[in-house]
């Protein structure tokens, strides 16, 4: 629920910059993605490491992130621009992809000595 949670506030943060890119500036798709997900993405690891895995963060954790956040920001930004798919779908997909993949590569790599904090270890 905590990594939901911050998810819920990194797409937010993610689909307003991708929007304001997008429409105000007219980039493409990959370009407003992946400027939209470095906005988003610092948030996400920090909040994620104290919160969600209650560990800390290293340059190493957070380079590895970010770039594997980073390259589907790319991939997906890339693929939706090439076969000019709209630009909501585009933000739903990464949106879907980023939560699942990027929890398993927190939880599985980032994190993987960690464990989740969970209501009962909060007191």
Do not use: E
Request: charged share 10%; net charge positive.
């Amino acid at each position: 629920m905590r990594y939901f949670a911050v998810g819920l506030i990194n797409t937010s943060v993610h689909w307003a910059v991708f929007f304001l890119i997008f429409y105000r500036f007219h980039n493409l798709q990959m370009i407003a993605n992946f400027i939209a997900f470095c906005c988003s993405t610092s948030c996400n690891i920090f909040l994620n490491a104290r919160w969600t895995f209650n560990s800390s963060v290293t340059m190493a954790k957070y380079i590895s992130f970010f770039i594997f956040i980073g390259s589907l920001s790319l991939l997906t930004g890339y693929i939706a621009d090439h076969f000019h798919i709209p630009s909501l779908i585009t933000l739903i997909v990464f949106s879907g992809t980023c939560l699942i993949g990027g929890f398993l590569f927190s939880k599985y790599v980032i994190f993987k000595d960690t464990k989740p904090l969970t209501i009962s270890s909060q007191r």
